[in-house]
């Protein structure tokens, strides 16, 4: 049954009816008492029929137009309107003559009669609006998705409240803190380690001052303690007369990457170093030789002019000498090319204090003969692993420095220990010796052929050797040192 075969549906106002006909929108009205069913010309118009084409029954509409998940949310409707309670409007799919299923917001009222126990209600079609909805959304939860995925979050600045910051939810993830709490501008920098705040207050004043932008990697601290790398970008909005009303930016967890990075620039650095040393060694050796040469080849030359054995046998002892510094110049060249060929010998795991027993005992003559106290603690770390002759060669080394260039003011105490700091593992060598002053002799101390004492035995190969061995496997070595007071080795093992 429909409206135009019934006449006015309700109170006699064909005005209206009309009107609402040529609104685009349908009108539909239920008896619940007596099933009665009355679809205005629009409802039939915007389903894409002509009027009386389908019947205007409760079955048609529940059986063949409406979508089946939609019923429940209709029903509904129905009985909240029924109980007077007002329900909102509802959007449902109804089948079309030619377009298919489309979306349409009904609304769902009860004639407010007194008497009759009728429903109404008019119908919109919102399909364009809610399909573009429906893309929108789809679109925000993939852009959220990659934003989630690729740890990237955004924050803005408006500059009418300058100490107020807007953080979107990825923001708060890479933070580890709730979403919930609100935080400023001045909170949510010092997340970021001490020597980055200023770096970026400084930046976004910058931004909100002068308008520019921004692009740096700071390392940040979250709230449940973990250290980030982070990329924060900011880039100033500029209204129509050039001042900055707003600064936007994102944050992107880039820890990953950036670490990789630093350890390729901290390996790139080493091999530099180390060719570097290793070029001024080439150097040092080839002049090393070509003296030693030269000199035997002018002692080979002197031998064969002579003729008086007293005088030949002078020359000969100067050649057996010139030939013992040759051939101690070709042992430090072979242990310099042992570090090169040892350094791809599998690690193993070196147990400290047995090993260090072991040096020092080969050195008790040495230790007793100045009285020397050498203590050892490796309890916090008691094994490594290492290159166990890179390991031996470096405690025996710097024991026999302490030994070598003890004070003879004093009793020589040496100690020998390791410490665990920020996953890291140091072993120091510390030693009440001579010192060395090193304001003169700092940027020597690990060359070849540097010795800063007058000591029979100086070579000035060992700190050498000690540098390139530690570097070799990823460390390093510093050193502190005080004239007559005494020297102090720290080696970052791992």
């Not at 064909?14 to 006909?21: C, E, G, N, P, S």
């Not at 209709?74 to 799919?93: D, K």
């Not at 967890?253 to 790139?268: M, P």
């Not at 030693?431 to 060359?447: E, M, V």
Request: proline share 3%; charged share 20%.
């Amino acid at each position: 049954m429909s409206f135009f075969e019934k006449g006015p549906p309700f109170g006699n106002d064909a005005h209206l009816t009309r009107l609402i006909d040529d609104l685009n929108v349908g009108f539909w009205e239920y008896n619940s008492v007596s099933k009665e069913v009355k679809w205005s010309a629009g409802f039939y118009s915007i389903l894409g029929y002509q009027p009386n084409e389908i019947d205007s029954s409760a079955q048609v509409f529940f059986e063949h137009l409406l979508y089946y998940q939609d019923k429940p949310v209709f029903f509904n409707a129905l009985h909240q309107s029924r109980l007077n309670q007002n329900p909102p409007p509802i959007s449902i799919r109804l089948l079309t003559k030619k377009d298919g299923y489309q979306w349409f917001e009904s609304t769902v009222k009860k004639q407010d009669d007194g008497y009759t126990d009728t429903v109404y209600g008019l119908l919109i079609n919102v399909n364009t609006y809610k399909q573009q909805s429906i893309a929108s959304a789809g679109s925000q939860f993939t852009q959220h998705e990659a934003f989630k995925i690729a740890r990237l979050g955004n924050w803005e600045i408006n500059t009418l409240t300058p100490t107020a910051i807007t953080l979107s939810a990825q923001v708060y993830d890479i933070y580890d803190i709730q979403n919930h709490l609100q935080l400023n501008v001045e909170e949510f920098i010092s997340f970021f380690e001490p020597p980055y705040r200023p770096l970026l207050q400084q930046a976004i004043d910058s931004a909100i001052q002068f308008c520019h932008p921004f692009d740096a990697d700071l390392l940040l601290r979250s709230a449940k303690n973990n250290l980030l790398w982070l990329k924060v970008k900011g880039v100033p909005v500029i209204d129509d007369y050039g001042r900055c009303i707003a600064v936007k930016g994102i944050v992107q967890d880039i820890d990953s990457e950036k670490r990789k990075l630093l350890k390729l620039e901290q390996s790139v650095n080493l091999l530099t170093d180390q060719n570097r040393r290793l070029q001024n060694f080439a150097y040092i050796v080839s002049h090393n030789l070509r003296s030693h040469t030269g000199n035997l080849q002018f002692m080979v030359n002197l031998f064969e002019q002579t003729e008086e054995e007293e005088e030949r046998n002078e020359i000969f002892s100067h050649l057996k000498t010139i030939s013992d510094s040759l051939n101690l110049t070709i042992e430090h060249l072979n242990e310099i090319v042992k570090i090169q060929t040892e350094i791809t010998n599998e690690r193993k795991l070196v147990e400290l204090e047995p090993l260090f027993k072991n040096i020092r005992s080969a050195l008790k003559n040495n230790i007793e003969s100045i009285n020397a106290i050498v203590e050892y603690d490796f309890s916090q770390c008691t094994e490594i692993s290492y290159i166990p002759a890179y390991m031996e060669s470096i405690l025996q080394n710097l024991l026999t420095n302490s030994l070598k260039y003890y004070h003879p003011g004093r009793q020589p105490v040496i100690q020998c220990y390791t410490l665990k700091e920020n996953n890291h593992i140091y072993l120091i060598f510390e030693d009440n010796g001579l010192g060395i002053d090193l304001a003169r002799h700092g940027d020597k101390i690990f060359g070849m052929y540097r010795t800063f004492h007058r000591h029979a035995d100086a070579r000035g190969i060992g700190l050498f050797i000690t540098r390139n061995q530690v570097e070799a496997l990823g460390g390093t070595i510093s050193v502190e040192s005080t004239v007559n007071v005494g020297t102090k080795f720290t080696i970052k093992l791992v």
